[in-house]
């Protein structure tokens, strides 16, 4: 419970006007972008903007010493409810730490505040010839700081890595109100536990990140796609597969089934070849355009080999941007389809890829339910989508059993329930089968240590 005493310690600390505490703010607060139902009793019972590291860790001390559950709040585009205030308390707004702190050009490392967003930070570096790879696709609203908490991926992955792969150190304030810094810009640094990377996906149950040093790395001087049709998925897979063992590693590598085709062709009113079973979209860099010309060469004759039906290799930068306009409206024009769409987030060793969205089909037949598949098959992380009514209990007692038989799906084939949306709260349930008992027990020691009281982020990940 805040009291009036409580609310007014925290005003004196971020200013009266960070202090939200109207029904309409609070209501504001209480939802992220996951599927996860409004309820009222997830509203917070204030929200509080800090500025500064130093307000963060004052707040801290303040919920600390009274047991106030606090949820960090990036942009809240999570996709699993991580930002959702389901013990109410504090609902711990980041989005007033924007700034941009340092620009290290010779070790090519930036330091942020962690409420800066992913496409400035992009595009402050792009501008300066430097390259911040990880791109979520909600990468022009969603922050740095809920980027590391979800170690979020993106299309470029299958090259280039995920959020981890860049995060070099972090300034993070603890339950308790201290604040630590760790790693640094020392390349190789095996100086006690790797607690940057404890924290990367962290999901806000650690502890509140303020801050971020991360490395960046030259920009490709040229980019092309192309776009691959296929008559199957295997060959569409097989096409991947060959690619990287060939050594061309594309930056992106993403891929659509057939519904997820129709969706598109629906909304964008295109005429696509009936016989097309799986498209592949793929983005190549290079550092000159005979490095790039070569590459698109090999993926074609690889394409062919495989019994590709087209391939389509952009002539331009607006070519190429239709290209991928059909992936980027990709989501808009699959939830278009029914009245709801639960959209899933798995993750399957790449050769599992194809028998992953077979057993998906099998599980959409079963459930009498249409589910559209597409995803980062370069990297073997896939979205299927159920289309839904979930207003018809009946309809969502199925979907609710699909979803449940596909995580086990994916574990079945050596995946995990995730690949860059988090656990949060809709995948708590399946948490103890993907990582056993023992697993999640250590899980449970280790958010005990850092969080006795139980006050970061309550009820996520189990
Ligand atoms: C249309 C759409 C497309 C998306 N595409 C992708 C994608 O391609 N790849 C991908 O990985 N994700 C994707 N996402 C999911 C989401 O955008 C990412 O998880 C993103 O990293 C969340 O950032 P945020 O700032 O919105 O964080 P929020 O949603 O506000 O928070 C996410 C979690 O991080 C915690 N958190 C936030 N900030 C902090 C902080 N400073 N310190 C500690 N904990 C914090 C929160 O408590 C919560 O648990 C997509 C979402 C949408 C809506």
């Known amino acids: 419970m805040i009291t009036k005493e409580i609310k007014e310690q925290i005003k004196k600390i971020v200013g009266p006007e960070n202090v939200l505490d109207s029904d309409l703010d609070r209501f504001g607060y209480s939802y992220d972008s996951s599927f996860v139902p409004l309820v009222p009793a997830n509203k917070p019972e204030i929200v509080v903007r800090p500025l500064t590291a130093e307000q963060v860790a004052a707040v801290m001390r303040i919920a600390c010493a009274n047991r106030i559950a606090v949820t960090p709040r990036g942009a809240s585009s999570g996709r699993t409810g991580g930002s959702i205030p389901l013990a109410g308390g504090i609902s711990l707004s980041l ?18 505040e962690a409420g ?87 999901e806000g149950t650690l502890g509140i990140i303020t801050k971020v040093l991360l490395r960046l790395i030259p920009m490709p001087k040229v980019r ?15 096409t991947i597969h060959k690619m990287l063992q060939s050594g061309i590693v594309p930056a992106a590598a993403e891929l659509m089934d057939k519904i997820s085709l129709q969706a598109v062709a629906r909304h964008r009113k295109l005429e696509i070849d009936p016989a097309t079973e799986a498209c592949v979209i793929t983005e190549i860099d290079a550092d000159n355009q005979q490095g790039l010309a070569m ?5 074609e004759a690889i394409a062919k080999n495989f019994g590709a039906l087209a391939v389509r290799i952009a002539q331009s930068a607006q070519e190429a941007e239709d290209i ?31 028998e992953m969205v077979r057993r998906i089909r099998a599980i959409g037949e079963k459930y009498e339910l249409t589910i559209a598949v597409y995803g980062h098959a370069g990297d073997g992380n896939l979205h299927p989508s159920i289309l839904c009514d979930l207003a018809d209990s009946e309809q969502a007692e199925r979907v609710h059993k699909a979803v449940h038989e596909i995580f086990a799906e994916a574990l079945a084939v050596g995946g995990t329930l995730s690949g860059e949306h988090g656990i949060g709260i809709t995948k708590r349930p399946y948490i103890s089968s993907a990582l056993g008992e023992a697993g999640v027990t250590t899980l449970k020691l280790i958010k005990q240590a850092l969080d006795p009281q139980g006050i970061l982020n309550p009820g996520k990940i189990w």
């Open 116 to 202: 800066v967003l992913t496409g400035d930070l992009y595009n402050y570096c792009a501008a300066k010839g430097l390259f911040y790879p990880p791109d979520p696709a909600s990468y022009k609203y969603s922050t740095i700081g809920g980027n590391v908490a979800e170690n979020a991926g993106g299309m470029r992955a299958v090259k280039y890595g995920v959020t981890n792969n860049y995060v070099m150190g972090l300034e993070v304030v603890l339950a308790d109100g201290s604040i630590i810094n760790t790693g640094g810009k020392a390349i190789k640094n095996v100086t006690g536990y790797n607690l940057t990377q404890l924290f990367t996906g962290s």
């Open 95 to 112: 989005d007033r730490m924007k700034t941009i702190i340092e620009l290290d050009q010779e070790n090519m490392m930036i330091t942020v």
């Open 224 to 238: 092309n796609t192309l776009q691959l049709m296929f008559g199957s998925l295997d060959e569409a897979c097989a």
């Open 324 to 354: 991928w306009a059909i992936r980027r409206g990709l989501s808009s024009a699959v939830g278009a389809m029914a009245p709801d769409r639960l959209g899933e987030d798995i993750s399957v060793p790449r050769s599992a890829f194809p």
């Open 295 to 299: 590459q698109a060469e090999q993926i």
